[in-house]
């Protein structure tokens, strides 16, 4: 080899480091929330509860536990803007509290999900055969129970914790981002710089991280987003159930359910979990759906 | 070209393309015309506006596309036509067949009631009327069984019977003028011979006059009366077609003339007069002649105005300010490059193949095996040998097994039966057991040059690869060898940070050649590398295989269904057909007197450059 290739004369200008291209589907995905109208005002909504989520903790004006003897169930004033709730916390430090544990709780099982999908896709869209087989109608198995019964199944076999909701929801999750890259791996592997990579004698995990991963973060990014809107409901239905944080946690989803009983005398205290509850979906589900409508080719 | 009245007259044509960089020039200045049963040809390389003139002669091209100038449908303009006016005009006076006849055709309609579909509408025919005029084309166009293609979907017919079903349907109405943009092109040569027959007999029948949009040039003088040479959104030269071909005015007609590999005269060089250079920017203003920067014979002149079309030879016209000095294609000598002297080594052989079957469809790749579908034995028993520095074409036509056979070969696929050998030893028949040092002697270049590289990494990462891979080094180290490899397939250093999206497809193809070589292998495997290229592109990548074989000393299976490339470049050539070897031997031997009865179909069929009347 050495002695057929002459040295270049020049030391050659080192070129862009390969880390930054690899964010190269982000840098499209943050230029087509730009360039849509409904993903930047989704990106705006998901801002604030990031900063909420954040922040929340030190902006909210007590502590979720802090009891108000003197003031219980009491309507929306100045002093507590959204009222407060049996035990006199004030509702809107509670809502402000809340955001860390369930935005955390729906980013970390989103991700696992997507992780876990993700790799499935990927080996059973490219090893096809028996592998595909098996994996792919484990997951169909997975997607014949309706999310919300597969992670009740889960929780109250495994037990309540929020550990155990991020495994539930990861797991309702991985058979549908499965489907998602399955179908991107199979068009992929067909491709000649696939076949060049065999023929070359690359290893299995190199094709399928190297070579096929790299072309598939754009699906993965509009899956991931949309599906994060659904974990957030999922994570709130499940505390609402009573499967997911224990009281007094300030969990949204919890939140509704101990707001329940009062709703004759107090129908302000469901008001603010849900309204933050609902715009996080809807924050979600527009920057999704705006990233996939701009990166659509024409 | 005939005295009578034209049937199309085009003059002045301009279509211009609005894109967000700006108003692109796809067409300028294009001038011709058409008599009633003439086929006029117009041929070019990819981006030069041939098939933008064939849509716009239709009127049917809509914004963004600007069009201009004056397009004459007997004696009246038909750019100012509305758009009802068009649409009866389309398909029962103007008709256009297009390249792929897969996206033409309605997937979920049957072939007949797609032909009815357009009787029923412009003749007012009835259902049983549309059904027996229907059979009747079918027949015209010489599809077998009529009626009962008649019945069959699309997907149930094949390449060459789909094409036919759409020449069927645009000549439903007998229409005047047929507009053919790429007809032929993707199908096999047997099946291009017989869609050119008929060209030739539905002329000769109907009088009709024929656009024929081609990039072949054989084909072009095998079926027209005339032709247009186009570049760059210009008619370079027009003119009867044998003389056009015998004597050329334009620089850019004389070069396509010069690097296409000829199966009919085979020439002593090794290496094709490529066409050197690219393409102008369409975008760009013109402010010279558009060929200047790519010909040979440009002088100061040639850079400072663009040359008009002239004139020249009686009923010939040319855009160069130097026609007269244009030599003809068979008179000049190439500079004889000869690159180094290359010794075939036939005593031993570099790979060999022994009783290779390939079957698809085998059990065990299913969980539950489908039943009753037998196996699809695509390659059986073949046997081959490749001796150092040779190079061995396999020919075959679509569906042959040749492409099997070259994925068999360097471990993409497992045969179900046979053994294929590196130097002497036999490999394991599971190519995942082949080891890294095997892999490294044996590399292969694809077809399609869109997916050869991954579009998400740079050409060093893919030239690089095979150096980390079976080299090691250090990554400076690597980058100095991938660029040297650049160098070496013409491309240079500047390309190793681009991405495959900011190369042409020549040039993604030059990346992937140099990443097979870059492990320094001692046998290519060639799957039809140039078939996606345009016939200058084509040389100079021709080119690059010989030189590299000359100074690296590989041996190339080549696989192509072009038998014009294959003459040129093969020391022995192996004939398949239907996943057997029908022939093998020296390429000069099996040219001059083939023996099998289907080489001697595949050889007759190939269009050639000698027009018909010269032969």
Known sequence: ?298 | MTTAAPLLDVRDLEVVYRTARGPVNAVRGVSFAVAPGEIFGLVGESGSGKSTVGLAVMGALRPPAAVRGDVRYRGEPLLTKSPAALRALWGRKLSIVFQNPGSTLNPVLRAGAQVMEVLQEHEGLDRAAAFARTVELFDAVQLPDPAGVAGKYPHQLSGGQQQRVSIAMALACDPDLLVMDEPTTGLDVTTEARILELVRSLRARTGAAILYISHNLAVIAQLCDAVGVMYAGELVETGPVAEVFARPTHPYTLALLRCLPRVDAPSAQRLLPAIEGALPDPAAPVTQCQFAARCPMAEDRCRREPPPLVEGLPGRTSRCFFWEKVPAPDAVPAERVRAASRTVDTGTAVLEAHGLTHEYGMPGRRLVPVLGAPPLRALDNVSLAVGGRETLAIIGESGSGKTTLGRCLVGLLRPTAGDVMLRGHTLPRRPERWTRSTRRHMQIVFQNPDLTLNPRRTVFEAVARPLELFGGGTREDRRRRAAAMLEAVKLGARYLDRLPHQLSGGERQRVAIARAFAADPDIVVCDEPTSALDVSVQAAILNLLAVLQDSRGVSYVFISHDLSVVRHLADRVMVIYRGSVVEEGRTEDVFASPRDAYTKALLAAVPTLKTPAET
């Not at chain 1, 098996?134 to 919300?148: E, K, N």
């Not at chain 1, 489907?179 to 299995?204: I, K, Q, T, W």
């Open chain 1, 1 to 298: 080899m050495a002695e057929l290739l002459p040295p270049a004369a020049n030391p050659l200008p080192v070129g862009p480091a390969a880390a930054a291209r690899r964010w190269m589907a982000l840098r499209r995905a943050a230029g087509a929330v730009r360039g849509s109208k409904a993903a930047t005002v989704g990106a705006a909504i998901l801002a604030v509860h990031l900063v909420l989520a954040v922040l929340g903790p030190a902006l909210a004006p007590y502590r979720y536990t802090e009891f108000h003897m003197t003031h219980l169930l009491e309507a929306p004033s100045r002093q507590f803007l959204a009222g407060t709730d049996q035990f006199g916390r004030d509702q809107l430090s509670r809502v402000m509290w809340g955001a860390r544990g369930t935005l955390t709780l729906a980013v970390v099982s989103t991700v696992l999900g997507e992780a876990l999908g993700v790799t499935v896709g990927l080996v059973g869209g490219y090893y096809r055969g028996v592998v595909d087989e098996v994996l792919m109608r484990t997951m169909d198995a997975l997607m014949a129970f309706p999310s919300i019964l597969l992670a009740m199944l889960i929780l109250t076999s495994l037990g309540h914790s929020p550990t155990y909701v991020v495994a539930g929801i990861a797991i309702v999750f991985m058979p549908r981002a499965a489907r998602v890259l399955r179908g991107v791996v199979l068009s992929l592997a067909a491709s000649e710089f696939v076949d060049a990579a065999r023929a070359r004698g690359e290893r299995g995990w190199y094709i399928l991280f190297r070579e096929l991963l790299p072309n598939a973060w754009t699906p993965i990014i509009v899956d991931t987003t949309i599906r994060f809107s659904y974990s957030i409901l999922l994570a709130t239905s499940l505390g609402f159930l009573g499967l997911g944080a224990a009281p007094p946690s300030p969990d949204w989803g919890l939140m509704i359910n101990e707001a329940l009983p009062f709703l004759n005398q107090a129908p302000w205290l469901a008001l603010p979990p849900a309204l933050a509850i609902s715009s996080a979906v809807v924050g979600a589900n527009l920057l999704g759906d705006g990233i996939q409508a701009s990166l659509r080719p024409e």
